[in-house]
């Protein structure tokens, strides 16, 4: 059975940093990506990288938020710095499809199960 499962996610204060896992059990994927979910708005892509490294954040995001992978550990992060309240949502780990497709919200075969990340001011 393919999952991912995330980690990490809670409540902290503006300014501060924190950082969320993805654990992919079951098969290992080329490109695996975080997209977060504001409450209201639409999901929304945060950045992917590939097994080969390549990164694609979102542009909106890229001075903060920084993605990275282990593939010994077939484990995803995102290490989210210097947080705002407009940051607060729920974060999801995907996995599947390619780099760009990902980017546009396309191609993802697996998702992981979301956690809750609040930013107050």
């Known amino acids: 059975q393919v999952q991912l499962v995330q980690f990490g996610g809670g409540m902290v204060q503006a300014g501060e940093s924190l950082r969320l896992s993805c654990v992919a059990s079951?098969?290992?994927?080329?490109?695996m990506g975080w997209f977060r979910q504001a409450p209201g708005k639409e999901r929304e892509f945060v950045a992917a990288q590939n097994r080969g490294g390549t990164v694609r954040p979102a542009d909106s995001l890229k001075d903060r938020f920084i993605i990275s992978r282990d593939d010994a550990k077939n484990s995803l992060y995102l290490q989210m710095n210097n947080l705002k309240p407009e940051d607060t949502a729920v974060y999801y780990c995907?996995?599947?499809?390619?780099?760009?497709?990902?980017?546009?919200?396309?191609?993802?075969?697996?998702w992981g199960n979301g956690t809750l990340v609040t930013v107050s001011s």
């Open positions: 079951g098969r290992t994927f080329y490109v």
């Open positions: 995907a996995a599947g499809g390619a780099l760009v497709s990902m980017a546009q919200g396309n191609g993802v075969t697996n």
